[in-house]
């Protein structure tokens, strides 16, 4: 059970892995916890805590749990007139020809989101690359890691790969494969 997501922002410092930091260890993050809100956001603020100690600067801080709501730093909503703000929502979804994919109003969405990026970013990190684009292979002790079994089951939920799986070996193959892309 997904008890929240944690986004934060490095300046620098910590070591450099992924695709959206910098050499320096700079970039944005985002972590899915598992376990109840309240728990994922105890682990949260410690975890904040053990990147603050090993001397990195912390930027925007984000953690939205499971739950209706979110702390983080200052957050101002200001909608003094919710009839324009339908108007501007309807004419800006039919130029751009149907619903917005921010989907920033639903914290369930956004949640997803950022799981599903979180899920990408640790097979793209931890896999091992196979030349083919967007395929990673996997082995040993990797398909025994519970946050990886979690990584693949979230994102075949949510159709954003296929897994192939030949013994000792499990192959990812990241890509978007929901109903609606095969039409």
């Avoid at 070591?15 to 109840?36: L, P, R």
């Avoid at 949260?44 to 939205?64: H, M, N, P, Y």
Wanted: charged share 25%; net charge negative.
């Amino acid at each position: 059970m997904i008890g929240g997501v944690l986004t934060y922002e490095i300046k620098s410092g910590g070591k450099a892995c992924g695709q959206i930091i910098g050499a320096d260890g700079s970039g944005e993050f985002a972590v899915v916890i598992n376990g109840t809100a309240d728990v994922a956001n105890q682990w949260a603020k410690d975890f904040l805590r053990k990147i603050e100690a090993s001397g990195a600067r912390l930027g925007r801080i984000v953690f939205v749990p499971a739950e209706e709501g979110y702390s983080g730093q200052s957050v101002t909503v200001v909608t003094p007139n919710q009839t324009a703000k339908r108007r501007v929502s309807v004419r800006l979804s039919a130029r751009l020809g149907g619903a917005s994919e921010d989907h920033m109003d639903d914290p369930q969405e956004r949640a997803k989101r950022l799981a599903t990026t979180a899920a990408e970013e640790f097979v793209r990190c931890n896999g091992i690359s196979t030349g083919t684009p967007d395929e990673f292979i996997f082995h040993g002790a990797d398909l025994a890691d519970e946050y990886f079994q979690d990584c693949i089951a979230h994102l075949k939920w949510a159709g954003e790969c296929v897994v192939f799986e030949h013994g000792e070996e499990t192959t990812v193959l990241l890509g978007d494969y929901t109903l609606g892309s095969f039409e």
